[in-house]
């Protein structure tokens, strides 16, 4: 890929973090975009990038940004720990880029491994659609469920039914959780109904134990730096997870959903297969195996043991690929588009 390419991928994600309350973060992308040079390893790898450097595909900027909170979170670098939220960056971009850049060349070996691999996130914001599509199924069908998470990461969202929720006017989840959900809504307000989950799995290339400290240092340098509030609601959900961790299967999600989905009917359960921002990622063969095999297993669906599939992903022909939440439902295979949503699921507007 050229070297303009990957400038571009970094001026790019700089809108994208600046829109999504993340100006600092989007500063740093802009200014990587447009001063970095070849000088040192990492400078050289980053501007030689032999992929596809946008958020589209390896996702460099934000491999290169975790890297930088990483640093700053250690305490490593006291200069450029001051900069960072909450600290007070200066006003003079050059002040800025000058500490930036020379971390970037002087610690190569912190960060060479934030480069080696995609990042890994587990935001648990997007459980607040995820919840409002499994009220959506409660009042349908008024039975306990089995989820299935593909790309479930670290299983947060796997344990969604442990938070509290204000979705529109409709409250849901366990009141008095450390982790309340509260998007901004637009919209009608989904049903109101009981969420019982009656088993849970979840699978990923590469499952985080949130029981491991290094888990958590990961996960949280993946947040934006500035949302600091984000970054509370990950130590609390983390916290509340670590007292019971969902169980989560290293292995590729095709070959985990076709060996844990029954083609068999469960009634007396509502199994559904659940993602967010998980199944774009995955290759192309593999997605098209996920669907039949989803296809296949709801064409046996009943109104006693039904099939749903809901989907957190990044909406096709949309300009700013704003994520939308759309569910399928066997018996029928009809998909309905609940919401469209804030990439962290911030804010959901209503589609229902």
Not at 209 to 229: G, K
Not at 317 to 329: F, H, M, N, Q
Request: with cysteine; proline share 7%.
């Amino acid at each position: 890929m050229s070297e303009a390419a990957v400038r571009q991928a970094f001026l790019d994600q700089a809108v994208i973090c600046t829109a999504a309350g993340a100006p600092f973060t989007g500063r740093v992308c802009r200014l990587v975009g447009e001063r970095l040079t070849g000088e040192g390893e990492i400078g050289r790898r980053v501007l030689d990038w032999d992929g596809v450097p946008s958020h589209q595909g390896d996702a460099l900027p934000l491999r290169l940004m975790g890297g930088l909170h990483a640093l700053v979170r250690s305490g490593r670098d006291e200069a450029l720990s001051a900069l960072y939220p909450p600290g007070a960056a200066p006003d003079d971009d050059e002040a800025l880029w000058s500490v930036v850049a020379r971390v970037l060349v002087e610690d190569t070996e912190f960060f060479s491994p934030w480069l080696d691999g995609p990042p890994q996130t587990n935001e648990v914001g997007r459980s607040a659609a995820v919840m409002a599509g499994l009220l959506v199924l409660g009042d349908r069908f008024g039975l306990p469920f089995a989820l299935h998470e593909l790309g479930a990461s670290a299983g947060l969202n796997t344990v969604l039914d442990r938070y509290a929720y204000r979705l529109g006017e409709t409250e849901a989840g366990v009141a008095g959780s450390p982790v309340r959900l509260e998007p901004l809504w637009t919209g009608a307000s989904p049903p109101s109904a009981g969420v019982t989950v009656a088993r849970r799995a979840g699978v990923d290339r590469n499952p985080l134990d949130v029981r491991n400290p290094a888990t958590r240092e990961r996960l949280s340098a993946y947040v934006w730096a500035d949302q600091r509030a984000r970054l509370a609601r990950l130590e609390a959900a983390l916290d509340l997870a670590a007292g019971d961790p969902a169980v989560i299967d290293k292995a590729d999600a095709a070959d985990w959903l076709e060996a844990k989905l029954s083609p068999t009917p469960e009634p007396g359960l509502c199994r559904v297969v659940m993602h967010t921002i998980a199944y774009q990622y995955f290759p192309a063969d593999s997605q098209a195996r996920i669907r039949a095999h989803i296809e296949a297993v709801g064409a046996k669906a009943t109104e006693a043991a039904p099939l749903a599939w809901l989907s957190f992903e990044a909406a096709s022909g949309s300009v700013d690929r704003r994520p939308a939440l759309d569910l399928t439902i066997w018996p029928g295979g009809e998909t309905q588009r609940l919401a469209i949503c804030q990439p962290h699921g911030a804010e959901i507007d209503w589609k229902a």
